[in-house]
């Protein structure tokens, strides 16, 4: 049951050959079995997780059932969740209760999924390894000894280990997709703008955007039914139809389903810095692709090199600011004793943010300085203009573009952990797609010495269908995303 | 030495929406502190800024009735500072691309013991949007200090000037005639005590002649106009002899003490916050285009310097009538009325500016409030005009009226204040008065036309008033000359 799509689930919840309640227990025994080793989760609350699954099972007696009725759900510890601790990893939010929900909660809610508990993250969403959570490291569980990714560290060890039907990430240079190919399995980064982001905790506002990590491209396809759509209390959430993102994967089917698609191959995506057995992975991967009728094009995305340093003045920027607000005056961590207001701000601060948050919050701070914001922050967003331009251009050549999701696969646990530089360099081959607002995939193509490999599909803006279908053909030919960790059976 | 005055202003007008700028939140003044904060006024985490529509409204309207530019592309920026009433850390407002960019306004400068009144232009700089912050309260709990939120976001559209003013009176002048156009245009209720209208002012000094700015001071928070005057009159004074005792000034921040008269330092600009700007990721660019504006435009009143035109031309007032009916909506909208209900234009505008205006300031009543309608007062002077009343009777009717006594024709009725125009009635009256006056009629006869007056006098005397003074003035005339 545990390795079932969410597809099936629904069938099975439909005609009530299990409830949502034996569902939803049979995932809480599977985290109480494995959780205290592995650390996915942060906060649960059997109470209100189980009166969901029988309010679905009530929903389900009369009929009126949505494809993601009575399935259980994680969701990261960054989206707003009424009566759940949301602490976005970090002790400067370990008091909080959120008191109302965010948009992607109300839309899970609205088709009566259910919540399992939140899930465990990098500090504020800033790493790529999940250890800057205030709630300590999550173990990647297809080695205990090495790091999931990050920041959807929780959800993506949830995913893998099987401690959820599937779970919500957000993705702000990497966040998902990373951790899904460190992980092993299929994450999805939308087109910025696609899921509303009121009631997620921002960390830089024009790259954070929230998605689906599951087990399979189809799962992906029927969260983003329920996730993506208009809100009006995000200002840039797009007004467009509502799609159905599952529409085509019916036709992934016979000998060469792919055939007429054009994937483009970055040459800077296969330059130095990647790994050799990620490498391989990935070419194994484009054989198979081409087996399915693709064609394949050389293309150039010639500013790739420019767009970790632009992600890392722009978010640092971005958050320098967007974490203004804890400053310990009306939620969350207050410092116990203090003698006058600047006092406050400072030991509160001090004390409630992380290292890495506050390196982040330095760097934002300087960037935006009178005197540097023309050099930096002004520069960085030409550059992310031209960033963007690279792949208009590459979109007149190609469909979809492909390449390694990440540079390694799973690295150890404290490997990377006082050398910044090189955790940042994690995410060499996402930010450029969050710095364009394009969509980005990561989907489970082979192993390397045991550890997952993730191979990445990049879309046009708003081509999540034809992505999703792209990796749906693949996923029909190869078994890779339906292995599971050993020892977690 | 001589010395010229130079005064720029920033003014906060709190406008007239219901909700705040950035929330469904109401914007009611005086409700039980954090009342009116929602989520969005307390900046929980997550929580997304949603501009509200009204607000921009509010921000055309503006830039259109002072003929500025108006931006077909203004952004939203962060201003970053951390204060306990600033929820966020950072103030949601425009910095390099306002709303509004340039406009001007025409002020009426009143007479002075020195000079004459006259007209002059300010150019305005720019207007943009921004959300307020909170309140602190302090004391309301013995050894803490509390945050009211309820302001928290409450839409604002600060208005800044070139340093276009050089006296005081200039610079009271823009302020009450800024806070007549944007109650005008229905964007501010103008209360000024509650904060919805509130200065600051920039003064420097410079020896007369020169074109170079001295360095300025700014006056903060100044909510009444007469404050104003006094605090630009004290600093200006502070200012001179600062600089005539050898001193120099420092850029600064100064709060105004009413019960002193004083200004003083509140902090200097060397140690003021890097406020470290830059484009609000939540909000995209607010984007105004042409049918924007004309929608919009089609919803402005007229504006008062083109109603004060088509008063001069159209009702043939004075220039000093035509400005002082428009110095409200208001009161214009009732002298218009008050023509409307067939009163002569010139007599409408004595009463509304004189009787009525006087009343309503002597029982400190607003013209919403008035007892008289427009078109009682019409009716009113409609029976001056046709001779029913005379001017005197007329001023017993209004105070009638005003007590509610009922309509009219009514209380000219009731009280017999109806004036009697028959002209063997008034022949009578005066064959009466002239035998019983016979000195004073020798005494015209001499020469003295005192004694003509002193008879029609008489005569309206023994007409208890009643007589058309006009048929008196008429046929005694000839009876005395005939």
């Known amino acids: 049951m545990i390795n079932h799509s969410l597809k099936q689930l629904g069938q099975m919840l439909a005609s009530k050959q299990i409830s949502s309640v034996e569902l939803t227990q049979a995932f809480l025994k599977r985290i109480t079995q494995h959780n205290p080793d592995i650390n996915a989760y942060i906060a649960l609350d059997e109470t209100i997780t189980m009166a969901q699954a029988q309010a679905a099972d009530a929903r389900i007696a009369t009929g009126n059932i949505a494809p993601l009725t009575g399935i259980p759900f994680a969701q990261k510890d960054i989206f707003c969740a009424k009566g759940w601790k949301t602490t976005c990893g970090s002790k400067m939010l370990a008091n909080f209760t959120a008191p109302y929900d965010a948009h992607v909660i109300t839309q899970f809610d609205a088709v009566g999924a259910v919540n399992l508990g939140k899930t465990n993250m990098d500090e504020f969403a800033m790493g790529s390894s999940n250890e800057t959570s205030y709630f300590g490291g999550v173990k990647n569980p297809w080695d205990f000894d090495r790091v999931p990714g990050g920041s959807s560290g929780g959800s993506a060890a949830a995913v893998a280990a099987r401690l959820c039907a599937a779970a919500t990430g957000t993705d702000t240079g990497g966040s998902i997709r990373q951790p899904a190919s460190l992980c092993g399995f299929t994450g999805l980064k939308p087109t910025y703008g696609l899921v509303s982001r009121y009631g997620m905790i921002a960390f830089a506002s024009s790259l954070d955007q929230a998605g689906p990590m599951a087990k399979s491209a189809e799962d992906c396809a029927l969260m983003m039914n329920v996730m993506a759509g208009f809100d009006e209390r995000d200002s840039t959430s797009l007004d467009r139809p509502k799609e159905d993102y599952a529409r085509g994967l019916a036709n992934m089917t016979g000998e060469q389903p792919l055939k007429g698609l054009r994937i483009g191959l970055p040459k800077e995506y296969f330059a130095e810095g990647l790994d050799a057995g990620v490498a391989k992975v990935v070419q194994d991967a484009i054989a198979e692709y081409k087996k399915l009728g693709a064609t394949i094009v050389d293309i150039s995305l010639p500013n790739t090199q420019l767009s970790i340093p632009v992600y890392y003045v722009l978010a640092p920027a971005e958050a320098s600011s967007n974490l203004s607000r804890y400053d310990g005056v009306r939620y969350g961590y207050r410092t116990e004793e203090y003698d006058d207001l600047m006092d406050m701000y400072m030991k509160s601060r001090a004390e409630g943010f992380g290292a890495e948050v506050k390196r982040r919050i330095l760097i934002g701070t300087y960037v935006l300085s009178a005197g540097y914001y023309d050099a930096y922050y002004l520069k960085a967003q030409q550059i992310r203009r031209l960033i963007a331009q690279d792949f208009t251009e590459a979109f007149k050549q190609c469909d979809v573009i492909m390449g390694p999701t990440a540079p390694s696969t799973a690295f150890k646990a404290g490997e990377k952990a006082d050398d910044p530089v090189a955790m940042y360099l994690q995410d060499v081959y996402t930010i450029a797609t969050n710095l364009a607002g394009l969509p980005g995939m990561s989907i489970p193509a082979g192993f390397s010495n045991g550890l997952p490999v993730g191979l990445q599909l990049m879309g046009n803006y708003f081509d999540e269908a034809r992505m999703l279908d792209v990796a749906h053909a693949y996923q029909q030919v190869t078994d890779w995303h339906t292995r599971m960790p050993a020892g977690l059976e | ?482």
């Open chain 2, 1 to 482: 030495m001589q010395w010229e005055v130079v005064i720029g202003l920033e003014t906060h007008t709190q406008l007239k929406t219901n909700t705040k700028i950035f929330s469904g939140a109401s914007t009611t003044y005086g409700a039980e502190p954090n009342t009116q904060a929602c989520e969005v006024s307390i900046a929980l985490p997550g929580v997304l800024p949603v501009l509200n529509k009204q607000a921009v409204e509010c921000a055309i309207k503006f830039g259109l009735a002072i003929e500025a530019e108006i931006a077909p592309r203004s952004v939203f920026a962060r201003k970053n500072y951390f204060y306990p009433d600033l929820p966020k850390g950072y103030q949601i407002s425009q910095y390099e691309l306002p709303v509004v960019g340039k406009g001007k306004l025409t002020i009426q400068v009143p007479a002075s013991k020195n000079t004459e009144a006259y007209e002059k232009t300010i150019n305005i700089t720019r207007a943009h949007l921004e959300e307020d912050a909170g309140k602190s309260v302090h004391g309301a709990v013995e050894g803490m200090s509390g945050i009211d939120l309820n302001r928290a976001g409450t839409p604002l559209l600060e208005i800044v000037t070139e340093p276009d003013m050089r006296s005081a009176a200039e610079a009271v002048a823009y302020a009450k005639k800024l806070h007549e156009l944007v109650q005008w245009i229905g964007i501010c209720d103008g209360n000024m005590q509650e904060g919805s209208f509130r200065c600051d002012v920039n003064v420097s000094v410079r020896p007369k002649g020169s074109d170079k700015l001295g360095t300025r001071r700014e006056i903060k928070n100044l909510n009444s106009f007469k404050f104003m005057q006094q605090a630009i009159e004290y600093e200006t004074q502070w200012q001179i002899e600062t600089l005539e005792d050898g001193g120099k000034i420092q850029q600064a921040t100064v709060l105004f003490n009413p019960d002193t008269g004083e200004t003083r330092a509140m902090r200097s600009k060397e140690e003021a916050n890097d406020y470290r700007y830059f484009p609000d990721p939540d909000l995209l660019p607010l984007v105004i285009r042409e049918e924007d504006k004309a929608r919009v435009s089609a919803l402005l009143p007229e504006l008062p310097q083109a109603l004060q035109t088509r008063f001069i031309t159209d009702y043939q007032l004075s220039s000093y009538d035509a400005s002082t009916l428009t110095s409200s909506k208001a009161l214009a909208d009732y002298f218009v009325a008050t023509v409307n209900a067939g009163a002569d234009a010139k007599q409408a505008a004595n009463w509304v500016m004189g009787a009525f205006s006087a009343k309503l300031n002597a029982e400190d009543k607003l013209i919403s409030e008035s007892p008289l309608s427009a078109v009682q007062l019409a009716q009113l002077l409609k029976r001056i005009a046709d001779n029913t009343i005379s001017n005197n009777a007329a001023k017993q009717v209004f105070e009638a009226l005003w007590a509610g006594e009922g309509e009219v024709d009514a209380i000219i009725e009731a009280k017999g204040l109806k004036q009697v125009s028959d002209t063997g009635a008034i022949e009578a009256i005066i064959n009466e008065v002239l035998a019983q006056n016979q000195a004073m009629v020798e005494e015209f006869k001499a020469g003295k036309e005192k004694a003509f007056n002193a008879l029609v006098g008489q005569c309206m005397k023994a007409s208890k008033g009643k007589a058309n003074p006009a048929q008196v003035n008429d046929l005694l005339k000839k009876k005395l000359l005939g």
